[in-house]
């Protein structure tokens, strides 16, 4: 196997004896627990990181509604079973997120219908840093590069690209304007399902008026849901002989709390906050906004 493709089922590949849960409810795990916890996760066999963006509810008091928008990992595992999930859950549109090099490890699997939209975000050579750490087999070569607190750096310089890259906001922009002229539900998915993706959710929440906590505990819910293929993962890197400490890896693997700061750290920088992120740095219009919250969002009589 090369360090490419172990690279890809570190990232995307679930354990490959997942079976269909029992999850159609809210879950609760990590700092979910708790009955004002309303996420649905989605059960796939052949991607961990799938829910419901519904359920949040904004600061009016409205809640965002369930069956609009899913989001998720890499959809080029699904199994028929999964597909079935999918059509039934009328999925109509499939926003993917990742670069054409990470799509090359294999095409999304799509429910019968549905339409794909590539909107390739950048991972500013996290990806190819990555890859070039595995591959080398090294365990010096790939302390230097992710160890000491690299692989976070690494992290953070993604997350800020999301917003100071002007091809990236271009992408997440025309991300946005898909999910607000779609006719059916939209699942969007990069790779892991856990940082472009776990942007543009954090994004969209936002706009559509969920207060920054609970949006950002939406965000966090990916350690959860990924935590045992993640484990697996790494343990196959390490039976393989491609990592001595694959532990190195856990920073990348993870999505965290500084993470997603360094993003809304530099959007209030450059932009002055959200609003201004939407308007100056997406170049969204005042009608595709509203017509996110006219989608999205189910107002109480």
Not at 14 to 19: F, I, N, V
Not at 197 to 209: F, I, K, N
Not at 230 to 249: F, T, V, W
């Amino acid at each position: 196997m090369s360090g490419t493709v172990a690279l890809a089922l570190l990232l995307a590949a679930p354990p490959a004896h997942t079976a269909p849960a029992h999850r159609t409810g809210p879950v609760a795990a990590g700092r979910t627990t708790g009955p004002a916890d309303t996420t649905v996760r989605i059960p796939l066999q052949g991607a961990v990181n799938a829910r419901d963006l519904g359920g949040h509810r904004t600061w009016t008091g409205a809640q965002v509604a369930y069956g609009r928008v899913l989001r998720s990992d890499a959809l080029n595992r699904l199994t028929d079973a999964d597909l079935d999930t999918l059509a039934a859950l009328g999925v109509t549109t499939v926003v993917d997120l990742r670069t054409p090099q990470e799509a090359a490890q294999g095409p999304d699997r799509l429910p019968p219908g549905a339409t794909a939209l590539s909107r390739p975000v950048d991972d500013h050579s996290l990806y190819r840093t990555i890859a070039t750490a595995i591959a080398s087999k090294d365990p010096v070569l790939q302390q230097q590069m992710l160890g000491d607190g690299k692989a976070e750096q690494l992290m953070t310089a993604a997350y800020e690209g999301f917003v100071t890259d002007p091809a990236n906001r271009a992408a997440f922009a025309t991300a946005l304007r898909d999910i607000a002229g779609a006719q059916g539900p939209v699942l969007v998915h990069c790779s892991s399902g856990k940082d472009r993706t776990g942007w543009l959710a954090y994004v969209l929440l936002r706009t559509l008026g969920v207060p920054a906590a609970e949006a950002e505990r939406d965000y966090l819910l990916s350690n959860a849901y990924r935590a045992d293929a993640d484990r697996q993962a790494r343990d196959y890197l390490k039976s393989a002989g491609y990592m001595e400490n694959p532990d190195l890896l856990i920073p990348l693997q993870q999505v965290r709390e500084a993470y997603l700061r360094a993003a809304v750290e530099r959007m209030e920088r450059d932009y002055g906050g959200l609003h201004g992120y939407l308007t100056d740095g997406l170049g969204l219009t005042p009608r595709t906004l509203v017509a996110l919250q006219r989608r999205l969002v189910r107002h109480h009589p």
